[in-house]
């Protein structure tokens, strides 16, 4: 199952490199946002929640806009069905998971940078504010990844993908805010265990989805 | 409907719900600080309630639409009608609830927590029907929204319960509290669960009528395309 896992994952990374449109689109996205934003505040210097805010809202648009595609893809090009004959629902599932989440990772990394370099923040607590970046990017990916795989199968594009992801992922965004805010301004270390929240919520959401992606993938 | 069950039903919409509601609006004591305006409780507490009880009957149709092979088209109905009942109950819990902070905090609308989770609830049934609209043409619909709501289901925990209570709130304490106990005098508590009772029953009463028009639609529409 692992070998057929990472020929999936092969697969993909080599057909979105080839092709890297939608990886390009993705990533100067995120730039251009987090450029936007930088460029309108124009050194003004904001409170740690505000930045806290502005930052996991390019992160939440930036999933938006790239994370879906991985799925969308298959079903433009009509390779679904092949997909589904040679592989099966949890191997896609597992591979498609992976792909989003190492996409998302560095996307976020691309955002944290430009943020913090163009806004001029230092976070005080650097490992909170790192874990939390990783940990919320985590939780993205994983609910993003089921979400996005309806979307596809709805044919309706971005717009149904941002309605359907914003409830879901309001507990990781209130929570990666609050941590990130209190990362800034170095408020209280006890937040560490918040943490611990965003990668059980990324775990059962994986759980659910791996054993609930059969039912969106295989026509019955 | 069989006689016996609309005779019932006439009691009960007839004598029954309107007794609770005078026992709301005339027996019940106002509350200490908020005097008349108290009242709302005996209605907000109930549909608020039943918000969240439809969100878990459509959770559990949606289960069963995934691991039972038996009733789908019966299933999806009934999902489909518990998450329609239960979005009217939340636009009915947002605006008694925003009632009432007008009269107690000032404002109608102060993002408290239980505020917050009460409008993430009501997202989500938006976000299910826009899902539910957007895969017309899917023969995986009912499957597809049920795994939707599966998911939404387990982010439900976390806002309903555990968020209100890390965050501070300026919400009086839930019936379901940390001390597990209901802090209203005797005649108030009575009237509460009396009220949160026929709500209930009505809820249930509306909930089946639904499902019986969706099934005569089903039937109706089988019947056309045998034709």
């Known amino acids: 199952m692992n070998s057929r896992i990472l020929k999936n994952i092969k697969k993909d990374f080599l057909i979105e490199f080839r092709n890297r449109s939608a990886v390009n689109i993705s990533f100067a996205f995120a730039g251009i946002t987090t450029l936007s934003v930088s ?34 893809r298959e079903e433009e090009e009509k390779n679904s069905l092949f997909l589904s004959l040679y592989y099966t629902p949890e191997e896609i599932y597992i591979s498609k998971l992976i792909f989003n989440v190492v996409l998302f990772l560095s996307i976020s990394v691309i955002v944290t940078f430009l943020y913090l370099f163009f806004l001029q923040v230092l976070p005080s607590y650097k490992f909170l504010f790192f874990l939390t970046v990783v940990s919320g990017s985590i939780a993205i990916a994983s609910v993003t990844t089921i979400l996005g795989a309806m979307v ?20 990781v965004l209130w929570t990666a805010i609050s941590l990130t805010s209190v990362s800034i301004d170095g408020s209280g270390v006890q937040e ?20 609930s992606f059969k039912f969106i993938w295989t026509e019955f | 409907m ?4 609309r005779i019932l039903f006439l009691l009960f919409v007839f004598i029954i719900m309107p007794a609770v509601f ?37 959770g559990y149709h949606s289960i069963m639409i995934l691991i039972s092979e038996n009733n789908i088209e019966e299933r999806e109905y009934k999902s489909y009608n518990a998450a329609y009942t239960g979005i009217i109950f939340t636009i009915l819990t947002v605006v008694t609830g925003s009632i009432w902070a007008k009269i107690s905090w000032g404002s109608y609308w102060n993002w408290d927590p239980r505020e917050t989770s009460i409008v993430i609830l009501m997202l989500i049934y938006i976000s299910y029907f826009s899902l539910y609209s957007a895969l017309k ?28 209570r890390i965050y501070p709130s300026l919400h009086p304490d839930t019936i379901i509290n940390a001390e597990k106990k209901v ?45």
């Open chain 1, 152 to 171: 596809s199968k709805a044919g309706s594009g971005s717009s149904l993908f941002t309605v359907i992801s914003f409830p879901v992922l309001l507990p």
């Open chain 2, 22 to 58: 005078m026992m709301a609006l005339l027996w019940a004591p106002p509350a200490e600080f908020l005097g008349e305006a108290s009242r709302i409780l005996y209605f907000h507490v109930p549909v608020a309630c039943l918000s969240v009880i439809s969100f878990i009957a459509a």
């Open chain 2, 183 to 227: 802090h209203l005098d005797a005649a108030m508590r009575l009237t509460l669960f009396a009220s949160v009772v026929v709500f209930t029953i009505f809820y249930g009463y509306v909930f089946n009528l639904m499902n019986r028009i969706s099934s005569l639609e089903l039937k109706l529409q089988e019947k056309q395309n045998d034709n």
């Open chain 2, 137 to 164: 043409d899917n023969v995986n619909r009912t499957r597809i929204s049920s795994v939707y709501l599966l998911i939404a289901m387990i982010t439900m925990p976390f806002f309903v319960f555990i968020i209100p």
């Open chain 1, 39 to 72: 460029l309108v505040a124009g050194g003004t210097p904001f409170p740690p929640v505000v930045h806290a805010i502005i930052f996991w809202i390019i992160l939440f648009f930036s999933a938006m806009s790239g994370l879906a595609h991985i799925f969308i």
């Open chain 1, 192 to 211: 560490y265990r918040n943490i611990i929240f965003l990668l059980a919520f990324s775990g059962v959401i994986v759980s659910v989805s791996y054993l």
């Open chain 2, 2 to 5: 069989k006689t016996y069950n």
